[in-house]
């Protein structure tokens, strides 16, 4: 039985990853800022007032944690705001660099106490953090925002190789959940069984790989 920690777990994949675990009969802990009856009913360990931009919720989430060895960490939480002039929306550009960036960073730094050799981290970032993939613009503050959770997903990939700790950025599809306004090709839960067996196929070989869910590997 391993111990999971998702970050976001109220909604949308991370509540789908949160249950799919569950289901397992992993233990699981979910983080939110408010949680949620769906999240209640799949029966994980429940965190509240774990906002990812913020030290303190962070610090009293790791406090509560204690010497809690973590399995797998899946850095889920995330933002994308819309707006009509989003190339010039700068207080959203930074919200969502805050928490897609910074967000990750800032709960994988605070867990590395209780992450050992052989522990395993995930960050959910998007194909619209693809440099290489980027054939249409536009979404200024989201895209930037996660090709910067990307690069700090491969520093902590070098930061963590001597710890035996693999570092993976997963693309999760376009789900059908409340950041596409119920658009998407995937369920939640499809992505998140997706999600799960990228995570499983991990090693170090793997470690600071940009990858589909699908798994194919995505141009930086
Ligand atoms: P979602 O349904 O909107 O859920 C987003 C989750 O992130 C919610 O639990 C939300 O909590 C949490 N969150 C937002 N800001 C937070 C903060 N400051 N602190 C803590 N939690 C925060 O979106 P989703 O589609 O499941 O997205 C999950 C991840 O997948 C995100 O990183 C997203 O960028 C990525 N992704 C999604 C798609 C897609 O097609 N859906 C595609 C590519 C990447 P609240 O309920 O408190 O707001």
């Not at 897609?100 to 994988?108: F, W």
Request: proline residues 4%; neutral net charge; glycine residues 10%.
């Amino acid at each position: 039985m391993a111990t999971i920690l998702v970050t976001g777990a109220n909604r949308g994949i991370g509540l789908a990853i949160a249950k799919a675990f569950v289901n397992r009969s992993d233990n699981v802990i979910a983080t939110c800022r408010s949680s949620s009856p769906l999240l209640a009913q799949t029966g994980a360990e429940i965190f509240e007032s774990v906002d990812v931009t913020n030290d303190g919720d962070i610090a009293n989430f790791s406090k509560a944690l204690g010497n809690r060895e973590i399995d797998i960490l899946i850095n889920n939480a995330g933002v994308s705001l819309r707006s009509a002039h989003e190339e010039q929306d700068w207080p959203a550009m930074l919200h969502q660099f805050n928490v897609n960036a910074l967000g990750p960073l800032r709960v994988t730094r605070a867990l590395l106490g209780i992450l050992k050799p052989g522990s395993k981290i995930a960050i959910i970032t998007s194909f619209m953090g693809s440099i290489g993939q980027n054939s249409w613009g536009g979404q200024y503050g989201y895209r930037l925002s996660k090709a910067a959770a990307n690069m700090a997903g491969v520093n902590l990939s070098h930061e963590l190789k001597p710890k035996q700790i693999p570092v993976v950025l997963i693309h999760p599809g376009y789900v059908t959940t409340d950041l596409t306004g119920g658009q998407g090709n995937l369920s939640p839960d499809m992505s998140a069984k997706g999600v799960i067996d990228r995570i499983s196929e991990l090693t170090m070989e793997g470690t600071g790989r940009f990858m589909h869910v699908d798994g194919h590997e995505i141009p930086w």
